[in-house]
Structure formats: structure tokens, C-alpha cells
């Protein structure tokens, strides 16, 4: 009864190489998020996408693409990784986007994380 | 851009005691959620908080959503093993959610 769910838990690799990370979410969902979570513990979003749609996008390198083949997947595509891409990469979910509006019940869900180590 | 105090970084209690954690922020939020990290894992939603003023409980947890809309706390009652981790709070405005630092409770037993 999976909610949110990533792989790999854990991805090891070297400098320059090209890696994925996928997310899944089963709870019927319309917007999902990718944060990156650093050594420090800070959390920061990086993308969103509602309904397969780029809604925000953090000022994230471009060597950073997400990809929604659909509304229950969000992957994550990094380019030439580099030394500082090292972190914790949380995918999370929530019914609507993130509006803040008042009142409205849009919490986030997350992942367990893709810890990233890049050598 | 927004950002969200949390201090101090850690605390240290003994169980059974009762620990207060704060949160503020020099924007106003329309939402504040506050998420519990455990060794290893993702953040685990809490308490989230809906409208200025609200208080609300969860089993040993108390929230309040500050009057001016920039600020939150977090009450744990009765602290035991199990309430160690990581403790965020996060606002909710207009359209991402912004996290605090975090405080790192540790739990004597």
C-alpha cells in the first residue's frame, strides 16, 4: 500500500555520467514535486508538475530535466552529474497544486528519498 | 526570497518531558504543515494548519497557526523514544511549499 515511492533508494556513480530517478504515486494525485534535501538537512523544491504540466521550476541547472509520462510518474533526469549533485532527492505528491490558497487542503506527501552520491 | 526560522538546531530532553518548538517567518503564509524526518526516510506530515488562529492536536502533538500568519509552534507532550528526528516546519504560499532548517530532537530515555 505504497504511497509515494522512488527508485533507487541509493545511486552510486562517477562524475560525468547520466542518471535517472523514478517516482510513483498511487493516491491519485494531480501535482508532484522533486526536492533536493542537502548534507545540512535543508530542503529545497526543485520542480513541479501538475497533471503532466511544468509548473515550477526552481532555477534548477539544466543539466536537470523531470519528465511526467503521466499524472502518477515523475522521474528525474540528470545530465553530466557533478560533485555538488550529491544529496537526498525527495519526490512528494498532493492532490492540487501548492496554491496556498486559503483553506484549501493540498498537503504534501513524500517519498523515502534517492540518496545520490556522485565520485 | 522566503524563509522560515527554526532554532535552536537541536534539543535535548528527557522522556516524558514536554518540548515547544517555534517557527517563523518574515512573509505571511496562508498554510503552515509541520513534518517529522526519521533516519533514512522522507518527511512525514504531522499537523497541517489551515486558517489563522487554529489549534490543533495529534494524539501527543499540539499546533498552533499564529494570529499574524507568520509564524507556527509545535507542542510535544509526554516526549518519548520514538519522538527523536528531525522536525520541520513548512509554509504553504502562493504555490510551493518553504521549509525551515529543521530541529534535531534527542530523546534521554
Known sequence: DTAVSQTPKYLVTQMGNDKSIKCEQNLGHDTMYWYKQDSKKFLKIMFSYNNKELIINETVPNRFSPKSPDKAHLNLHINSLELGDSAVYFCASSQTKASGRVGVRDEQFFGPGTRLTVL | ?109
Open chain 2, 1 to 109: 526570497g522566503q524563509q522560515l526560522n527554526q532554532s535552536p538546531q537541536s534539543m535535548f530532553i528527557q522522556e516524558g518531558e514536554d518540548v515547544s518548538m517555534n517557527c517563523t517567518s518574515s512573509s505571511i503564509f496562508n498554510t503552515w504543515l509541520w513534518y517529522k524526518q526519521d533516519p533514512g526516510e522522507g518527511p512525514v506530515l504531522l499537523i497541517a494548519l489551515y486558517k489563522a488562529g487554529e489549534l490543533t492536536s495529534n494524539g501527543r502533538l499540539t499546533a498552533q497557526f499564529g494570529i499574524t500568519r507568520k509564524d507556527s509552534f509545535l507542542n510535544i507532550s509526554a516526549s518519548i523514544p520514538s519522538d527523536v528526528g528531525i522536525y520541520f516546519c513548512a509554509g504553504q504560499h502562493p504555490s510551493k511549499l518553504t521549509f525551515g532548517k529543521g530541529i534535531t530532537l534527542s530523546v534521554r530515555p
